[in-house]
């Protein structure tokens, strides 16, 4: 399913069972909240946690934020619950952990449809194993429902037993095969968590790298991370008024029967002028929050 231009720069993993928590999502700068029902519930807490996130969403108050559940996996005894939950929860979108083939996303979205899901509500993937990673390609174009590639960067570590270094080039393959099938299949596709909450300098160099890269925005896992992130994947004042340019110039060109122009010394072509419009879209979907 082709996106349109959201601002997915922030996103914030929350705890379901925690009602305070999801209270405080109503009032956060981040662009979309995870509501989780997975990695951060105990499975003693797993359906109080089902009934919290219900209750919240039912209650409203999110705003613009892009709102998605994290589920279980359908081999665990809580996720085909969790999904018909999800289906009529009004979320934006359903996360589904580990995923590692086009199946688990088609039996996901059957199961989703069975209980009423709207058309609307995507389904989102963690590409967080090996074999999830080498399998990109099939399960960004598992269904027109899916949405969207979160990189679960800790659990691929774990599993390819590679480190977290500051420039992640261990990860640097995984992060590029997700890149790839996420634009070859016109999905959002957003990078993973920095665990360290007290190295800002290195959280701001793994943003960095994400939006060069070309990620649409990072998971997070705290509040305090949000603003510089949001600063880190938004186009900044200087970019937004090159594309301008960009498309001001192209336009006049275009009107004299030219194909191509220069701007500030450099060649423009239709293919700078498509960067450009997104850019200036993103930036006005971003004031529009």
Known sequence: ??????????????????????EKGRGLPADGLILDLEDAVAPDAKAVARDTIAQALAAGGYGGRELIIRVNGLNTPWGYDDLRMAATSGADAVLLPKVESADAVRLADSVLRAAGAPAGQTIWCMMETPLGILNAKEIAGASPAVGGLVLGTSDLAKDLHAAHTAQRLPMITSLGLCLLAARAYGLAVLDGVHLDLNDDEGFAASCRQGRELGFDGKTLIHPKTITACNAAFAPDADEIAHAHRIIAAHAEAASSGKGVVLVDGKLVENLHVENARRLVALAEAIAAL
């Open 1 to 22: 399913m082709a996106t349109t231009v959201r601002p997915r720069r922030s996103v914030l993993y929350m705890p379901g069972s925690n009602a305070r928590a999801l």
